[in-house]
């Protein structure tokens, strides 16, 4: 979830496309869960197909679409205690869009699981199966207040020799902790080292109420934020490593021009303290399924959209 890259090849280590799509969900402690619908507008199955487009002076100012997006709630999931537990899924994939592959492929999905509540968010999964080759885990121990950061192993470069002129690649070595049993289903690698490692400790658990980037989407579908203007609502978010306070405003019912048609939408801004000058949007449609229907934000040297395609049911 850490920064830029789609558009240059010496950026940070993750996608700019996946950063973009991220940094909205990380959108919006002081949830109040009883404001949100015993009775939720999305199914187990139900799939929402995106596509993420970008327009600045990178493209001579023109809207360029650079990758397909898709998210999908699934219900009757466990958590690594084996209790009952809901899924929500996001894949981003830039395998349509040559000029996108061309600068990073990117094959990314995003897996985070809850505890029945909807409350507390229990794992994140993020794997790269692109360019990036990456896999990692957040996991959030609620047991023990501790959130903890878990990388697949990967080889390093070591010199060696006269003057250490001779390099040889070498497995990195084991985290300060053992990778939980949960974790521990990935074949070994040589020597029988365990795919994935401990890769460092996150924030402490102080809030009694913690979601995730894409969590909060459907969550904040399910809020009733009443017909007011201007209501702000603070939500605490685990993000990597850090815990982090947004809030979103529910700005007002506004119309947007999507595929041709007027549509109908709940406009919502999202904003950090850390960061006051950055904002994000999101447009939700004005009915009872309340479905992002557009996704916006600055980017370097322009905008982007993501904008609803359609919704399927599996």
Same mark, same amino acid.
């Given at each position: ?51 993420? #487009? ?139 080292? #365990? ?89 939700? #449609? ?29």
């Amino acid at each position: 979830m850490n920064l830029c890259k789609i558009f240059y090849k010496t950026t940070c280590n993750k996608s700019f496309l996946v950063f973009f799509f991220l940094s909205f969900c990380i959108l919006f402690s002081s949830l109040v869960f009883a404001e949100i619908s015993s009775k939720f507008p999305f199914s187990s199955g139900e799939t929402l197909h995106y596509k993420l #487009s970008y327009r600045g002076l990178l493209t001579s100012m023109i809207w360029a679409d650079l990758a397909d997006v898709k998210m999908t709630y699934l219900s009757n999931k466990k958590t690594p205690e084996r209790k009952n537990a809901y899924q929500f899924k996001l894949y981003l994939s830039t395998e349509n869009y040559t000029k996108a592959e061309i600068f990073q492929a990117v094959r990314y999905t995003y897996t985070t699981t809850l505890d029945a509540s909807l409350q507390r968010t229990v794992l994140v999964e993020e794997l790269d199966t692109g360019e990036n080759q990456s896999h990692d885990f957040l996991w959030l121990n609620w047991q023990n207040k501790t959130t903890q950061l878990f990388k697949k192993r990967e080889k390093e470069q070591e010199t060696y020799g006269f003057m250490g002129m001779d390099v040889r690649y070498v497995w990195e070595k084991d985290g300060v902790q053992i990778v939980p049993e949960f974790l521990g289903t990935y074949p070994l690698l040589e020597k029988h080292q #365990s795919y994935l490692i401990h890769k460092e400790f996150g924030d402490i658990i102080e809030h009694s109420q913690i979601l995730d980037p894409l969590s909060l989407i459907y969550i904040l579908r399910a809020m009733d934020f009443g017909s007011e203007t201007n209501v702000v609502k603070e939500f605490s978010i685990a993000v990597s490593d850090d815990i982090r306070l947004y809030q979103v405003t529910q700005v007002a019912l506004e119309e947007i021009t999507l595929h041709g048609k007027i549509r109908k939408g709940i406009k919502y801004k999202i904003q950090t303290d850390e960061k006051k000058d950055n904002y994000y949007y999101v447009w939700m #449609s004005n009915d009872e399924k309340k479905i992002p229907l557009r996704m916006a934000m600055d980017a370097p040297l322009g905008k982007l959209e993501i904008d609803l395609m359609k919704v399927t049911q599996q």
